[in-house]
């Protein structure tokens, strides 16, 4: 075996000061990583405002835009009274509020025509929509109502030009309340609400 003599490296202290190859040099400050804190607090602060707008704001009535009423209501027929269907017509808003029909205004009995239940009996909705097909109106469309909560019975109606027909099928269903909402999908759309006595 061969021996080297000593030298300044085998000169190892007792208690040796740890020293790594990271060191700052004498007057530098270290270096922060502040760049990926503001990327993961961007990133939190986008998942919040999601999750507000996916789950809270739906429960609230509000929407993100009007294309969601426009489609207004499905067809769901074959859905039971009893059942809510997954979209049916969301609530139009009232813009003006018409009188009581007159026998003497025309009606045109061959627009579509929606036919919602708003209260908790089963069967309301089928019963008014018989009624309106029995009076001449072509129903195409009875379910739920899942728009905003009514007080009463309200026959909506989508433009001026349907204002005639809309007080017509009041008087056929025997509902007081006309409303126009442009917003709606169907030309004409009857809401049977609490106390309907048809």
């Known amino acids: 075996m061969r021996t080297y003599p000593r030298d300044e490296f085998d000169a190892v202290p007792e208690s040796p000061r740890r020293q790594g190859v990271h060191r700052t040099r004498e007057g530098e400050e270290p270096q922060r990583r502040s760049g990926l804190g503001w990327i993961l607090a961007a990133g ?38 009893g059942s809510q269907p997954a979209a049916s017509a969301p609530a139009p808003a009232p813009t003006s509020a018409a009188p009581t029909p007159t026998p003497t205004e025309s009606a045109n009995k061959a627009l579509e025509v929606g036919v919602y239940n708003a209260t908790g009996t089963a069967g309301l909705g089928n019963r008014v929509a018989t009624t309106a097909r029995t009076a001449g109106w072509t129903v195409t469309d009875v379910g739920n109502w899942a728009g905003a909560p009514v007080n009463s019975s309200v026959v909506y ?8 027909s809309a007080k017509a099928l009041a008087a056929d269903l025997g509902i007081q309340t006309v409303l126009e909402a442009p917003a709606l999908g169907l030309p004409l759309a009857a809401v049977v609400g609490p106390g309907y006595a048809g």
Request: aromatic content about 6%; cysteine-free; proline content about 7%.
């Open 44 to 81: 939190i602060l986008a998942l919040v405002i999601g999750a507000v707008a996916f789950f809270l704001l739906p429960r609230l009535g509000i929407s993100g835009s009007e294309s969601a009423v426009a489609s207004a209501p499905s067809t769901s027929q074959a859905a039971p009274e």
């Open 157 to 164: 109606y989508r433009s001026a030009a349907d204002a005639g």
